[in-house]
T-cell receptor, first 113, second 111 residues
Framework: SAVISQKPSRDICQRGTSLTIQCQVD?????MFWYRQQPGQSLTLIAT?????????ESGFVIDKFPISRPNLTFSTLTVSNMSPEDSSIYLC??????????FGQGTRLTVV | GQQLNQSPQSMFIQEGEDVSMNCTSS?????WLWYKQDPGEGPVLLIA???AGELTSNGRLTAQFGITRKDSFLNISASIPSDVGIYFC???????????WGAGTKLIIKP
């Protein structure tokens, strides 16, 4: 299993500003994933963060809006840029652990006002 | 692409009742995962299934991997208040490591 620490756990931000979310894993992992979960919805994959290369974004998500850093095998950040109320969601980082499936951080609940 | 259809969307039950939810797909999955998400938390893995026909228990939870590899169910016996939350099924896509998620089943226990 993997233990993932994500912060901040929640924030309220003004529109037009940016927020950077941090994700720290207690072991080295090749791939880290960033998800968005809008209120009452399932999880939507934003991008896959690979160490040493640019993140791979899913359809509907772009690097300018959600820049991702992956400086080493235990850490990643996701920035939500130029925020609007539509960005209000829970943002989750995740890693895969062999055959044990995906493990998640506790999530960042973002409210944009 | 591959999709998971999860039902029911929500359930209102009495404490002590048994609960059943399921996921289906038009395509084959080689792994089925069941997660629970508590309010304000990330999803937590409950049960992982790897073989067609596999029946696995975790306390009061039981999950089965359908023989056709296109469905799975999760049962909760004798529900208690802490079972409240959203339950998700998930499975990896054929082509890569990314997980596909069901829409979730919200479990609400009537006082």
């Amino acid at each position: 299993s993997a233990v993932i620490s994500q912060k901040p756990s929640r924030d309220i931000c003004q529109r037009g500003t940016s927020l950077t979310i941090q994700c720290q894993v207690d072991s080295q992992v090749t791939m880290m994933f960033w998800y968005r979960q809008q209120p009452g919805q399932s999880l939507t994959l934003i991008a896959t963060a690979n160490q040493g290369s640019e993140a791979t974004y899913e359809s509907g998500f772009v690097i300018d809006k959600f820049p991702i850093s992956r400086p080493n095998l235990t850490f990643s950040t996701l920035t939500v840029s130029n925020m609007s109320p539509e960005d209000s969601s829970i943002y989750l980082c995740s890693v895969l652990s062999g055959d044990e499936g995906a493990f998640f951080g506790q999530g960042t609940r973002l409210t944009v006002v | 692409g591959q999709q998971l259809n999860q039902s029911p969307q929500s359930m209102f039950i009495q404490e002590g009742e048994d609960v059943s939810m399921n996921c289906t797909s038009s395509s084959i999955f080689n792994t089925w995962l069941w997660y629970k998400q508590d309010p304000g938390e990330g999803p937590v893995l409950l049960i992982a299934l790897y073989k067609a026909g596999e029946l696995t228990s975790n306390g009061r939870l039981t999950a089965q991997f359908g023989i056709t590899r296109k469905d799975s169910f999760l049962n909760i016996s004798a529900s208690i208040p802490s079972d409240v939350g959203i339950y998700f099924c998930a499975g990896p896509q054929d082509s890569n490591y990314q997980l596909i998620w069901g829409a979730g089943t919200k479990l609400i226990i009537k006082p």
